[in-house]
């Protein structure tokens, strides 16, 4: 695990070394434990290392045995030792353990189809001087970011946006990519903020030769053809394919533990982790001050009680919270989509003094169905409601077990029963229009969902959508840049790729139905889990910024973007930000997450737009 950049190309100046050294500067907390670099004429590439695997040997670059292929890699392959394994009975002879060291070998062997045998995550570089290209990859579900700019003909590529910055790359702002972020909280691939810098999109590769520059997508998500299973024998193989996960990504030569909510998903990861290891686990949670409208830790430690780990937990107050405010944001390098983020880089932090290596159950939700939203587009496809959203939502009342279903799933199905069908599923990460935060004019997720398939169900468009979207560019980034900041590696046993391939064909009904989320991962649970653990609700990073904006955060806000020290060139107009905090103030409308969004941009647009220190933030709310 590490942090990597690079600079190549004929607008390559002589002085990359020197540049690539502030890149990695910038990227330190990455890889606290060492530092490597390959410099060529008119090609460098450097990485920060966090070392996971191979303490002693697994310093980058790596080459291949002659030295003409070196790569720098950011992430873990976890099938590494079987593909050693096939290397070298094709005659490759390894220098290190590392699993770094199998990627210089498979290039050599397969090509450009390596990435299709990595079982991992990663962004890479890699440079064949033979053949005078570069390939770049990026893991199938972008669990490892890379950003690149082109400036000058040449190239420039990093895991962090803030590394480009420091080599010189515009920080100029891409109105473009500001109102997708105003409509969905944050900006879709490949898009971002800065009108110069780029995403290479999850599942993609780029390679760069005498030719140009050419990037192409190498792995996508299907939803078909879908699978004749019972819930019996998916819920077996998806047990196993699970329990392989696991085992799997608990390879580490440095301490590892687990991100412990109490839901559903974090639960079951640990049931697994107990099973395979010959000690207790270690678990994190983190929890909130009393009076706080939510509180995962006791469940957290109801569910370490059961499994005998050896739990960790830690409380987070409001003036902390807002006080790691900025520092979170630059360590994002964009505004935080949600209040999460800050409790999961409190969380990381603490982690962080007692291992290097944690699990959590990301993904959960958008593979196998766990969104209420879900349970209520289901509802909706069962009466024919679907591009018929007004009358679907007048139909739903009148049935006789309305009154029956979860305050959200009835929340839900009002939300998704009023949106314009052409926006239905964007509509559930939208700014309310209400307040006029966002061009109602624009779409987005249009070109996405263009590129869906046409002919997938209901629930499945949603999962498909969420995935390739939300999860990926929202959170995921969360993932990532959040435990990165505390030089941590959090890896997820539930985005493994065989497993979510497999799931991903399953019949609808055995992922979400109008009763009931998760089918198989509730079946899955029933058969690992205490009685008394089962169908707890999960509380989650339910941070109140609802009510804070109604108070003294609601005075802060007003103060930093409309007071005399607002930006001069603010990102909102004034009067939309006034109207979205006056229709919030009285009580009518919930636009808590729309001015939070509102909020992060600002501190984001004074520490990169502006350069300001985020150390010297104060947003004045204290207590």
Known sequence: MCGICGIWGEGAPADGDRRLGGMLDAIVHRGPDGEGRLVRPGVALGMRRLAIIDLAGGDQPIHNEDGTIGVVFNGEIYNYRELRSELERAGHRFATRSDTEVLVHGYEEWGDDLMSRLAGMFAFALLDEGAGRVLLARDRFGKKPLYYAQPGGGLVVGSEIKALLAAGVSADLDDDALQAYLALRYVPAPATLFRAVRQLPAGHCMTVDSSGIEIRRWWRLRYAPKSKVTLAEATDEVEGLIRRSVERRMISDVPLGCFLSGGLDSSTILSFMAES???????????????????????????????????????????????????????????????????????????????????SGEGGDELFGGYPKYRADHLLSRIGAVGRPVAGAARLRRLAAWHRLPRKVRMAVAAVATADPGERWPSWFGADREAGLHDPSGRPLGPLMATLDQGLGPLDRMLALDVESYMVDNLLVRGDKMTMAASIEGRMPLLDHDLAEYVALLPEELKATPRRTKVVVREIAARRLPAHLLDRKKVGFAVPV???????????????????????????????TR?????????????????????TLDVWARIFLDGEDPAGLDLGVHG
């Open 277 to 359: 290891s010959d000690e207790p686990v270690r678990t994190f949670s983190i929890g909130f001050d009393p009076g706080w409208s939510s509180d995962e830790l006791p469940a957290a430690r109801e569910t370490a009680d059961a499994f005998g780990t050896r739990h960790h937990e830690t409380r987070i107050g409001a003036a902390e919270f807002l006080g790691l405010l900025p520092d979170a944001v630059w360590h994002r390098d964009e505004p935080l989509a949600e209040p999460s983020e800050i409790p999961l880089l409190a969380l990381s932090r603490m982690a962080r003094e007692h291992v290097t290596v944690v699990l």
């Open 546 to 576: 609802a009510p804070w904006f109604r108070g003294g955060l609601g005075d802060a806000f007003e103060r930093l973007t409309l007071g005399p020290g607002a930006r001069r060139d603010p990102l909102v107009a004034p009067e939309r």
């Open 579 to 599: 109207r979205a905090l006056d229709l919030h103030r009285s009580g009518r409308y919930d636009l808590g997450k729309e001015l939070w969004s509102l909020l």
